[in-house]
């Protein structure tokens, strides 16, 4: 008995070892092309800048472009599950994608880093979103801080545009949430395609609305459009944007067609503004930074939420090599469930505190108000 016992532990310590990897697999998913580019470009270059090894671990990415396509998302992870066997996802770029690929991501049972907008890829937490861990602001928590603005600055009415899919329909819930908490009324409610080239429809019966302020809910270079067209047409209203306008190019698109816009960012934006005691502050210069050193110009937020994708792998996968081995099934459940216990971890964007009911893990410190001033980013007031 006792030697069969030996041979099967024997044969069942081959199998592992078979199957265990020889490093640590990244999986990872940018729209380098395509409408999402302007979030995909600084994502994908960000790649090189994170842990190359991890706890005496060598860590290995493999890296594919989605042209910004939820359909292309879907087969590439599909590719990296079933033929490279990742250990762990990060991406996809946009919230569509990222919502594309629940169910495949839930039943290979992979842990994955989403730097996407939407609160969606998270909550309601249940069996598939157990999976994904978000390393962006919740929608809700940046909802808050500019409706908060809102109401301290006499704002009654507002209009809202937002791209018609996951994240302007996403963001048209919380904040409806968050105006009806602050009696301000939503008097116009537009939808546009990201691709759009135009949107004077929607803009003509937002303006005839008369909203004390209008509320633009896209990410990337798609945010700029309904903002410029209504400046155009005279409207004279307070801008209000979400993060997902919180790039660089955000500013380069409008020029001084965006002055004045007020959204809610991170440290990123603005970190010799933040004082020293924020611990994000340090992280955010320091892969700021880096970005330059090694492509020569500043990095969007976006890469930022991907630099946080590593950061929180530093400190799950020494928890989860503590029960399997990198290639395994019981890495990927080890690994999840390091991650959900992340607590006080200072990423670029903010502090982490993963739990089961929250796999994002921002509170207020995750999220700075910021204004275009003179063509730069500031704190607002």
């Excluded at 009696?183 to 949107?199: L, M, Q, W, Y």
Aim: hydrophobic share 40%; proline share 6%; aromatic share 6%.
């Amino acid at each position: 008995m006792q030697l069969k016992k030996t041979l099967f532990a024997l044969i069942a310590g081959l199998a592992f070892a078979a199957s265990a990897h020889a490093q640590l697999k990244v999986g990872v998913v940018s729209s380098a092309t395509g409408p999402v580019s302007l979030i995909g470009i600084p994502q994908k270059n960000t790649v090189p800048l994170m842990p190359k090894e991890i706890a005496g671990q060598k860590v290995e990415y493999i890296t594919f472009d989605d042209g910004s396509d939820p359909s292309n998302t879907v087969t590439v992870v599909k590719k990296l599950i079933s033929e490279e066997k990742i250990d762990v996802l990060v991406g996809p770029s946009s919230s569509p994608n990222a919502m594309a690929i629940l169910d495949f991501v839930a039943e290979a049972k992979l842990p994955t880093l989403a730097p996407v907008g939407t609160i969606a890829i998270v909550l309601p937490m249940d069996d598939k979103r157990r999976w994904v861990f978000k390393t962006t602001q919740n929608d809700g928590l940046v909802a808050d801080k500019l409706f908060d603005h809102m109401k301290a600055n006499g704002v009654k009415t507002i209009g809202f545009i937002g791209t018609g899919d996951t994240f302007g329909e996403t963001w048209f819930k919380v904040a409806s949430d968050a105006a009806k908490a602050r009696g301000i009324e939503i008097i116009a409610n537009e939808r546009f395609k990201r691709p759009d080239t135009s949107v004077t429809g929607q803009a003509l019966r937002i303006l005839s609305a008369k909203p004390d302020a209008v509320l633009v809910a896209a990410p990337g270079g798609p945010a700029v459009l309904p903002q410029v067209t209504l400046t155009d047409m005279n409207y004279k209203g307070q801008f209000y944007q979400t993060h997902g306008a919180a790039l660089n190019e955000f500013i380069k698109l409008g020029g001084k067609k965006i002055e004045g816009t007020i959204l809610g960012g991170s440290v990123m934006l603005v970190p010799n503004d933040v004082p020293d005691s924020n611990p994000a502050k340090k992280v955010a210069l320091d892969y700021i930074n880096a970005y330059k050193a090694m492509h020569g110009n500043e990095p969007a937020t976006f890469g930022g939420n991907m630099m946080d994708a590593g950061i929180l792998l530093e400190k799950a996968v020494p928890e989860a090599l503590k029960t399997a081995k990198p290639g395994t099934e019981a890495f990927r459940v080890a690994l999840r469930d390091a991650l959900e216990n992340i607590k006080e971890v200072p990423g670029t964007q903010g502090i982490y505190n993963m739990t089961p009911q929250d796999h994002s893990g921002f509170d207020h410190r995750g999220v700075e108000l910021v204004t275009v001033k003179d063509g730069t980013w500031a704190l607002a007031k």
